[in-house]
C-alpha cells in the first residue's frame, strides 16, 4: 500500500519484491520522518529500483 499516489517505476511491468516501514526496523535508516521504502525488479530479474514515500 502506498503512503501517497501509486509510484510505481516506469520502464515495463516490475513486481515488488520488498516494503520496508523504516521506523519499525532495529536500526536507523535516513529516508525521511515516518518513510516507507519499496523494491521493485523486472519480471526477468535483471533490473531494480527503489521508491521512498515519507508521509
Known sequence: MFIQ???RPEGG???LLL???SNWVPYHLNLGASP?????VSEDG????LLVQDS
Do not use: C, I
Not at 535483471?46 to 529500483?49: I, P, Q, S, Y
Open 5 to 7: 499516489d501509486d509510484e
Open 13 to 15: 511491468p516490475r513486481r
Open 19 to 21: 516494503q520496508l516501514d
Open 36 to 40: 516507507r521504502l519499496f523494491a521493485f
Open 46 to 49: 535483471a533490473r531494480g529500483k
